[in-house]
């Protein structure tokens, strides 16, 4: 019998990658892994290269150097649209969604569902109302697919944003501080949504400043400072004040 995690390829594995844009050094030789049905933590201060280690693995940047691997293959892109057709996707700090539209029609924007052919075809919001429907039940989100988007609260934005990512055969969500700004109740409303992925048995990385939420639904955390990994511990191995102490240095590595 394999002991958790023994035997299995990660979802996706960075070998000594780094990023630099001339004399700035982003990341620095950084390895790190996902697994299938996991939720990483990924934390660090303003700078320390959280966003543009993200970015290299949704196809924005190419590592400088190092290599990324998904399934156990080599994993090379040139732009976004390449992440996703891998099963990458990213939920966005600003969720890219259009206040006036329909919470369907936001989850199909630039992937419509149309009936008909050539020229002739329309757009089929009744399947994209069932399908959004679906998808924000497997989330058990309160969300509803004929609802506006201006009129949401910021859990169910996030909830229209989450469920994009269930309409392709996605293995790995990134999400960049999800809970910034929205209320204690939305907060909840949006951890239950990633316990969700992770039930799916989806991978995610979680970008967040947010000490309380890494620790209520991440397994693991990475913690990163000035460009590099200084930590990448299970969270029931770590505390709060440690993780404090290795964003600020105070704690050099661990």
């Given at each position: 019998m394999?002991?958790e995690?023994?035997g299995r390829?990660?979802?996706?594995e960075?070998?000594?990658?780094?990023?630099?844009?001339g004399?700035?050094q982003a990341?620095n030789?950084?390895?790190?892994?996902?697994?299938?049905?996991?939720?990483v933590g990924?934390?660090?201060?303003?700078?320390a290269?959280?966003?543009?280690?993200?970015?290299?693995?949704?196809?924005n940047?190419?590592?400088s150097?190092?290599t990324?691997?998904?399934?156990?293959?080599d994993l090379?892109?040139?732009?976004?649209?390449?992440?996703?057709r891998?099963?990458?996707?990213?939920?966005?700090?600003?969720?890219?969604?259009?206040?006036?539209?329909?919470a369907?029609?936001?989850v199909?924007?630039?992937?419509?569902?149309?009936?008909?052919?050539g020229?002739?075809?329309?757009?089929?919001?009744p399947?994209?109302?069932?399908r959004?429907?679906q998808?924000?039940?497997?989330?058990?989100?309160e969300?509803?697919p004929r609802?506006?988007?201006?009129?949401?609260s910021?859990?169910?934005?996030?909830?229209?944003?989450?469920?994009?990512t269930?309409?392709?055969?996605?293995?790995?969500?990134?999400?960049?501080?999800p809970?910034?700004?929205?209320?204690?109740?939305q907060?909840?409303?949006?951890?239950?949504?990633?316990?969700r992925l992770r039930?799916?048995?989806?991978?995610?990385?979680l970008?967040?400043?947010?000490?309380p939420?890494?620790?209520?639904?991440?397994?693991?955390?990475?913690?990163?400072?000035r460009?590099?990994?200084?930590?990448?511990?299970?969270i029931a191995?770590?505390?709060p004040?440690?993780?404090?102490?290795?964003i600020?240095?105070a704690?050099?590595?661990?």
């Amino acid at each position: 019998m394999l002991r958790e995690g023994e035997g299995r390829v990660p979802v996706l594995e960075l070998a000594n990658i780094s990023k630099h844009f001339g004399a700035i050094q982003a990341v620095n030789d950084v390895s790190l892994s996902l697994e299938a049905g996991e939720v990483v933590g990924l934390m660090g201060d303003n700078g320390a290269g959280k966003s543009t280690l993200v970015k290299m693995i949704a196809g924005n940047f190419r590592p400088s150097h190092g290599t990324m691997r998904m399934d156990g293959a080599d994993l090379v892109m040139h732009k976004p649209v390449e992440a996703r057709r891998h099963g990458i996707e990213i939920v966005h700090q600003d969720l890219a969604l259009c206040n006036n539209l329909t919470a369907a029609e936001n989850v199909f924007l630039g992937r419509e569902l149309r009936r008909g052919f050539g020229p002739f075809g329309i757009l089929d919001y009744p399947a994209m109302n069932r399908r959004a429907g679906q998808i924000f039940a497997e989330l058990k989100s309160e969300t509803r697919p004929r609802d506006l988007v201006r009129q949401m609260s910021g859990g169910q934005r996030q909830a229209v944003a989450i469920a994009r990512t269930r309409l392709t055969d996605a293995k790995i969500v990134l999400m960049d501080e999800p809970t910034a700004a929205i209320s204690v109740r939305q907060i909840a409303e949006v951890l239950n949504l990633i316990r969700r992925l992770r039930d799916h048995g989806i991978a995610v990385a979680l970008i967040s400043h947010r000490m309380p939420d890494v620790f209520d639904v991440a397994d693991r955390v990475i913690v990163m400072r000035r460009g590099r990994k200084v930590a990448d511990k299970r969270i029931a191995d770590s505390s709060p004040e440690e993780v404090t102490g290795l964003i600020t240095g105070a704690i050099e590595s661990a």
